[in-house]
């Protein structure tokens, strides 16, 4: 079992920066792929960064550029870097986790997610 929780979210201006962790517990997050989502309000939960068990990464297009997605595995956590913030960013961040590999194709989807956090807000005034 793994249970994570996310920090970091908050509001700030067009161009801010936010940082998100992810911090698991239960078991270390060297054997599980990772990634962040959000769901903006009347929206479809989408995926906007992933890194697999092996360190690739994986990002939506609006986001490359400005997001990095990032592990610590001796401290169980995911980050999840935010620069060049934007009003269409505001949206509830959710961190996901599973164990193993999985294929890019697969890694900004949701059903190969199982642990799943319990979201973060973030605002983004423009």
Not at 3 to 17: D, I, K, M, T
Not at 46 to 69: C, H, N, P, Q, W
Not at 71 to 92: C, H, P, W
Request: with cysteine.
């Amino acid at each position: 079992q793994v249970q994570l929780v996310e920090s970091g979210g908050g509001s700030v201006q067009a161009g801010g920066s936010l940082r998100l962790s992810c911090a698991a517990s239960g078991s270390t997050v060297t054997d599980y792929s990772a990634a962040w989502f959000r769901q903006a309000p009347g929206k479809k939960r989408e995926g906007v960064a992933a890194i697999d068990a092996d360190g690739g990464t994986t990002y939506l297009d609006s986001v490359k550029g400005r997001f990095t997605i990032s592990r610590d595995n001796a401290k169980n956590t995911v980050y999840l870097q935010m620069n060049s913030l934007i009003f269409e960013d505001t949206a509830m961040y959710y961190c996901a986790a599973n164990s193993g590999h999985l294929r890019e194709n697969l890694r900004l989807q949701i059903w190969p997610y199982f642990y799943w956090g319990q979201g973060t807000q973030v605002t983004v005034s423009s």
